[in-house]
């Protein structure tokens, strides 16, 4: 019998609603793949309610969860590790050596770090030193890089209007010559009206993916958005097919929850669920 996929996914939770591992984790789990979730921070809820609580994970406990993964051997069994948003420098650190060092015993590893940072309208989301550890340490060794346009500006100094931005970013984010770029949200100068794309750079060119420009900004997007991509590669699709079905369920997830009124993603429609189902047989 063939063993699934195997996905150490790294990133916060939260009680009430989806973000984090919290709205990556079923869809990996619903397509058949395991996944194994670290968190790095634990809230209540996501950050837009009048309320928060938790905190980030202190670094000594985080530190003590990655040891048992590692006594456990699961950076040898991993396919994937998915990195997300993360709540201190400290624990950024930590993670930068974890991975480097399930890279070096498992080659095989890919390894797609999303980095959590910030967006248009709430600009930068982390303190400047988790976001340095995540330019100069993390991005290095992803063999799939996930920012949306502003993190991709922010990490690179550089305004990305144009495709020719956006490429000249690309290069200057200093990622694996082997990695691939997924810009995502993308609104350049020649995007067609009504659209929005993920933009994917890599060793076999460019590729471009529109979809429909949906209204609607929730918390938990990007995340959902990267765990299908990694949903789609467990599965066996080729990176352009993985971030097309993620751009469409992603598009169905916010599109659900806007006409539930919800203020952020909702996973329980019934056609999203049937969707991570046949992943495996698309």
Sequence with gaps: MTHPAF???????????????????????????????????????TPHYPTLRGRALPPDF??????????????ERADFILTGYIGSPEVAALIADFVAQAKAINPRLTYLCD?????????????ETIADVMRDRLLPLADIATPNLFELGWLTGRKIRTLADLKAAGEALHIAPAA????????LDDTPEGKIESVVCGPGGLGRHPIEHLPIAL?????????????????????????????????GALSHANALGAGEVVLSAPEFRRALLSLDAD
């Design 7 to 45: 996905v150490i996914s790294i990133q916060s939770q939260v009680v009430l609603g989806h973000v984090g591992n919290s709205a990556a984790l079923f869809p990996m789990q619903a397509a058949g793949l395991e996944v194994a979730a670290i968190p790095t921070v634990v809230f209540s809820n």
């Design 115 to 127: 980095p959590v940072m910030g967006d248009d309208g709430p600009g930068l989301y982390v303190p």
């Design 219 to 251: 918390p938990g997007t990007g995340d959902l958005f990267a765990g299908l991509i990694i949903a789609g590669l467990g599965c066996g699709l080729t990176l352009p097919r993985a971030v097309e079905i993620a751009q469409t369920l992603t598009s």
């Design 62 to 75: 985080f530190a003590d969860l990655l040891v048992g993964a590692q006594e456990r051997g699961l950076p």
């Design 180 to 187: 691939h770029l997924i810009a995502t949200g993308c609104a």
